[in-house]
């Protein structure tokens, strides 16, 4: 009963510095998310993966760039850490994009100095 | 703008204290309302999905509503461990895009 899987939990880089952080489900999900999670603020969208073979930009995207690997693996990269990317990144996944639940992973806790 | 506002930000029951949280929204498109739990440290747990207004969802001692404009988590005898942050989310289309909005979600602590 994995579900959704990120790694790692915790990561400390410096500014500019590249990183990627990895996602996988085992659900069978054909969905992908990837959010950020700030104090005071809602959880908002990086990126989806709709389907294996597609991504599209969310809300927040500048700075970031993701990669659906296969049907089970999505991940998101960061290019050249800044401070203002300091967060709590989750991925989920669902069974289609729509009106389905996502179901998360238990985040990556990322902090750039 | 799709918004999505919860209420209370924070909230303090006795064990037993029943009360109730509330998510408001303004959505184009309302597709789906989806409740969530989230303990510290981890990530957010689904707990119910609700489609259209006038449907009740049920869960031990939650039960969610749905109308036109607000659901409510309603928590009945609260135990210390319903202590968790609840997320709420609307699944909204419009123009061929679809989304999910959450709100900032309201802290519940449950005091023995």
């Known amino acids: 009963n994995a579900g959704v899987t990120q790694t790692p939990k915790f990561q400390v880089l410096k500014t500019g510095q590249s990183m990627t952080l990895q996602c996988a489900q085992d659900?069978?999900?054909?969905?992908m998310y990837w959010y950020r999670q700030d104090p005071g603020m809602g959880l908002r969208l990086i990126y989806y993966?709709?389907?294996?073979?597609?991504?599209d930009k969310g809300e927040v995207p500048n700075g970031y760039n993701v990669s659906r690997l296969n049907k089970r693996e999505f991940s998101l990269r960061l290019e050249s850490a800044a401070p203002s990317q300091t967060s709590v990144y989750f991925c989920a996944s669902s069974v289609t994009q729509g009106n389905q639940p996502q179901h998360f992973g238990d985040g990556t806790r990322l902090s750039i100095l | 703008e799709d918004q999505v506002t919860q209420s209370p930000e924070a909230l303090r029951l006795q064990e037993g204290e029943s009360s109730s949280l509330n998510c408001s929204y303004t959505v184009s498109g309302l597709r789906g309302l989806f409740w969530y739990r989230q303990d510290p440290g981890k990530g957010p747990e689904f707990l119910f999905t609700?489609?259209?207004a006038g449907e009740e969802k049920e869960k031990e001692r939650l039960k969610a509503t749905l109308t036109k404009k607000e659901s409510f988590l309603h928590i009945t005898a609260p135990k210390p461990e319903d202590s968790a942050t609840y997320l709420c989310a609307v699944h909204s289309y419009q123009g061929g895009s679809e989304k999910l909005v959450f709100g900032k979600g309201t802290k519940l602590t449950v005091n023995p």
């Open positions: 993966s709709a389907s294996e073979g597609t991504t």
């Open positions: 659900m069978n999900h054909n969905s």
């Open positions: 609700l489609y259209s």
